[in-house]
């Protein structure tokens, strides 16, 4: 676990702010203190509501700690100030319970206003359902056939310090969610295991995914834009590394996104016809594995011991096709953690991940399995 | 009757006094304030600079985990039960604890309870790492096996703190010296009284909860499973419906204790005494129907979003009636300003800077975007570590010349609060801008932007933890020897314990003694 | 508030120390037991915890017989009992409130009204009744399902319409025998703890009788869903509680019978245990109205 427990000793050395550097010439903002202030309507105004807030309590700061460090000051013994003896006021004890209540009461209002704007996700012009999974997201736009996975896209070498870091560092993902902007979208948000809670600061919206429900949201933004966000919900191991990147485009550029999104899944289906070689198959599962199962089953094959099992040298991998196949396809029936891949990497992937499976990590089955397999074990069920 | 402690080992394992108990339970909870400390510096060496360098995160968040677990349930709640049992029947004129052999199992109790749930790190598939929180069905389908002795060790660490509040009630209702009315009772005994209703009314639901997850593990129920007709969220509700009372239960006996601090070293009475208690009853009446303000972000129905926020909005206003008794305490006083007094006006300023961050974090729109960030991480730090913390440590200097009969080394008091004051400010305050900004709590990596505070943060935190050797290296120096405290100790301070000689005899009071 | 000239001052004792070594072992013996290890351990910490308050209750008996407890430590006692059943209220209401949450919250979500009536999108067909007959698993994945309804649930008006009567009678007669005690009538104080500890065993067969039936017959069990789930867990847990508050009872009968234990004036042994069959009582009440009559 403690893995090169050494470099904690090293660190205060030459590396230290080296990462500051970086990011420094990358152009990413450093040393920010405050909330963004957002590109939508109501990012706005939670913001103000924050620093409205903030203020009101830097005042009351100011008065309580002037007054106590002015007696801190005045009032001490070393000074040979003698102590006054008094010990209670009730017209003083009543204004400052009431003053305070008045003080919350004007806090009240605008807090309650907002709270209602963003509770009403009526009349919406598109609609997005958002699942979480361990650990990545799903997005399905409601009424269109398009829908995908979005994953984390920072190297695992960036990661582990081999490779200077981006400037987007953990906030970048292969597929960004598209939405055009100025248009209201509704975004309902489940998970699919544990529960996530799905942010960006920029919209100002953050919602929880709960397995099981549906929670409702919405947003319109204003300007087109990347805007980036993280899971905001503890949800196991790799919680750090599941962000979200909204890609907000004008309606006409959507559009077209939308139409060849369409078509490319399209395609997609067709392929799944096709015979593939040893070779594609292996090199694309390669790209899948690394994407979907490397996080558990780590990129080496090897597992984490006690909770992930190994594919190097898996029962499962190097046994009967037909419980691999169920095993990747269905899930495990013990342990949710092993999810059902079956609806989520399409046929070609599949075949292509358990053929890798079945001859990387000195595995060597020998064997390949091809997509038209994967549809017809999918099929006698 | 055979009345002296008895000699070796078997005075501890056996003993029914009061004194004893307290020394055994502050030890504890020092002793697992090291250790959850030492889990705190594992995760600010992490966060030091991006990157994964020191662990993998399934440790880091077993690290997060038992950092909480270990600090709230094993340091704090056991100091303050310790403070309880050394001086409340002291301040109430009282021989001891109203059922001591109890009293001596509540604490037994706890060593083996955390026994059982650090050797967890041991297990295959590792510790808990759901976050002190435990959410299903992170915690329930999802966790590792060795759950099932995390929640045994919960059940039992509740009997201990609901044997140790019983206790408490028992001895302060029925064990005061003929005259002391309750009205005449110092702060902390009111506090204590307060808290131990809520340790009462709170713990038996957290017992509850685990008991839940438990079966929705083994046997197949499903509380918190959708597709049974449970809810993930219902998980939640009773969580915090201990948990928010559970924040309350660490700050309380606090209050209490800086109550008995500011007027000794201000020369002048408390202000405001009786307001003082009915802030108390309302903060403790209050915390019961708030618990959703954890929960701003699940997706509940408006109407239970504003009631939740305003209800904990209500919290500043007792809360605030006691910031204001405190400083017009100190207002027009002779102040004078060693160690407990220094760390109980770090208590006042930085515990009021916690509230004003909890009070925007009450904002349930705002919260929005605070909620699981940093902020919230700033947040509790402040009122636990200044608050709880602090609380404790000043009342350790202000008791320990009663208790040993010695004065602690004054110039190593002072460096110990300085040192903790600049650590913990340089640790803490710079997660309200990381927070703000926009980074997740309970991440073992990060983004570049949030690289610069974090690497202040972990600095101050090595601070900090440096401060606390210190304070240890004080109080060891202090039971070993050191100059004799007078009976008084301070300067003319008020209460029943500075009557007694110092150190306090093994038994305080044989018979009952008169209060004015 | 004390007004005794002297205090009692206890005497240093092993008790706890053995009490906390017998309930780490139990716990800790539950955990592994649990999680596949074998149950030796869990046996060997409850016997061992027997054991300690065996010898625990024995040494406060005969600190009282003694003439050692002052009317304070035995009003101590009182606090203690008295909140401690306080804490089990709580206890209960954690699973109280978790049914009347799944009743006015979750359900009719899942069911697809109010705020978050979306959710039915991913429950296709379900539909939110109580009982639960079909669960959501049950009705979105049919045969699939892994948590399957009960087919019939039991039915209030018949077997726990009795077991109603029975401990409300119980309670009634632990009271008769509490009057008789004070009148010193020790035969009679004898027969009404009697009959009230065989009320308890009866009410006890009564469950256990359900609990087949519910099994056996209706598909009703833990498993079953979420109607399943509260059900057996709240009447379990009361279960629990009438089967060590007639074991208290019986102890306080044995304790009569055999050792001529209690004085009109001076029995808190057995009123602690009576306010706890109270409380149990109670609590069946509640069971009564909100699991099964408001429940079927
Ligand atoms: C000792 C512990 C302690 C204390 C005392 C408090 C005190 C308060 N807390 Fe805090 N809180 C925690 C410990 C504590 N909290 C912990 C541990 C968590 C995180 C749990 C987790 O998720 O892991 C948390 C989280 C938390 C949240 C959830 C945040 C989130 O997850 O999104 C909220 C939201 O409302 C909140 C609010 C408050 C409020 C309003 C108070 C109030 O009591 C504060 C009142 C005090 C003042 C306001 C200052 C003094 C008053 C005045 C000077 C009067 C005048 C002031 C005004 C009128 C403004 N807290
Ligand atoms: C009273 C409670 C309490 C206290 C005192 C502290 C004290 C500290 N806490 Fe923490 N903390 C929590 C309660 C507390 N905490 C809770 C409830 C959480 C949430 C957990 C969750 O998300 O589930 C949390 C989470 C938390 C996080 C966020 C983790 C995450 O989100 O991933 C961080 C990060 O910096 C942190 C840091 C610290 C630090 C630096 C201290 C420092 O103050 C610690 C100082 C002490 C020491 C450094 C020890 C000193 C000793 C030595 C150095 C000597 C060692 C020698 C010997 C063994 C002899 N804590
Ligand atoms: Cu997903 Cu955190
Ligand atoms: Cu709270």
Known sequence: ?381 | MAHGPQPGFKRWLYTTNHKDIGSMYLWFSFAMFLLGGCMALVIRAELFEPGLQIVQPEFFNQMTTMHGLIMVFGAVMPAFVGLANWMIPMMIGAPDMALPRMNNWSFWILPFAFAMLVSTLFMEGGAPNFGWTFYAPLSTEYAPPSVTFFIFSIHIMGASSIMGAINIIATILNMRAPGMTLMKMPLFVWTWLITAYLLIAVMPVLAGVVTMMLMDIHFGTSFFSAAGGGDPVLFQHVFWFFGHPEVYIMILPAFGIVSAIIPTFARKPLFGYSSMVYATASIAFLSFIVWAHHMFTVGMPIAGELFFMYATMLIAVPTGVKVFNWVTTMFRGAMSFETPMLFSIAFVILFTIGGFSGLMLAIAPADFQYHDTYFVVAHFHYVLVPGAIFSITAGVYYWLPKWTGNMYNESMGKVHFWLAFIGLNVTFFPMHFVGLAGMPRRIPDYALQFADFNQIASVGAFLFGAAQIVFLFNVIRTVQGGSKASDEVWDNPEGLEWTVPSPAPYHTFSTPPAVR | MATESSYYVPEQSRLPIFATIGLFLTAFGAASWINGGSSYIFFAGALAMATVLWFWFAAVIRENMAGLNSEQLKRSYVWGMGWFIFSEVMFFAAFFGALYYIRTFALPWLGGEGDRGSSNMLWQGFENTWPLYVTPDAAAHGEAAKFVGPKDIIDPWHLPLMNTVILLSSSVTVHFAHVFLKKDKRQAFNIWLAVTVALGALFLFFQAEEYYEAYKHLGLTLESGIYGTTFFMLTGFHGAHVTLGTIMLLIMLLRSVIAHHFKPDDHFGFEAASWYWHFVDVVWVGLFIFVYVLGS
């Open chain 1, 1 to 381: 676990m403690l893995r090169g427990f050494n470099r904690l000793f090293a660190l205060p050395g030459t590396t230290v702010f080296a990462h500051s550097a970086l990011a420094e010439e990358q152009g990413v903002e450093r040393w920010g203190v405050n909330m963004t202030q957002g590109v939508t309507e109501v990012a706005q105004t939670t913001y103000n509501l924050h620093m409205l807030i903030f203020w009101i309590c830097v005042v009351i700061g100011v008065v309580v700690f002037g007054v106590m460090f002015y007696s801190m000051w005045r009032h001490r013994k070393s000074k040979g100030y003698k102590a006054a003896q008094f010990h209670e006021s009730t017209a003083v004890e009543l204004a400052w319970t009431i003053v305070p209540t008045i003080i919350l009461i004007l806090m009240a209002i605008p807090a309650t206003k907002t709270l209602y704007d963003i509770y009403d996700t009526q009349e919406a012009d598109l609609d997005i359902m958002i699942t979480g999974y361990q650990w990545k997201w799903k997005y399905d736009y409601l009424g269109s056939e398009v829908s995908f996975f979005s994953n984390l896209s920072t190297p695992r070498t960036q990661i582990d310090n081999q490779q200077p870091k981006s400037a987007n560092y953990l906030l970048e993902v292969d597929e960004p969610l598209v939405v055009p902007v100025g248009k209201k979208i509704r975004f309902l948000i489940t998970a699919n295991d544990v529960i996530h809670a799905w942010w960006v600061p920029e919209l100002a919206v953050k919602k929880d995914a709960i397995p099981g429900f549906i929670n409702e949201s919405w947003t319109r933004i204003d300007e087109p834009g990347l805007y980036r966000g993280q899971c905001a919900e503890l949800c196991g191991k790799d919680h750090g590394f599941m962000p979200i990147v909204v890609k907000a485009v004008p309606q006409a550029e959507y559009d077209s996104w939308l139409g060849e999104r369409a078509e490319s899944t399209a395609k997609m289906k067709a392929l799944t016809e096709k015979t593939f070689t040893f070779d594609e198959l292996f090199a694309q599962g390669e790209k899948v594995y690394n994407r979907a199962c490397a996080a558990c089953h780590q990129p080496n094959g090897q597992g984490v011991p006690g909770v992930f099992p190994a594919i190097a040298g898996s029962k499962v991998a190097m046994g009967p096709l037909d419980a691999h196949l169920s095993m990747v396809i269905h899930g495990s029936p013990n342990n949710p953690a092993m999810q059902a891949f079956g609806p989520q990497l399409s046929e070609v992937d599949l075949a292509a991940v358990i053929t890798y499976q079945r001859n990387a990590f000195g595995n060597d089955m020998g064997d390949t399995v091809q997509p038209i397999d994967i549809l017809n074990f999918k099929n006698k069920q």
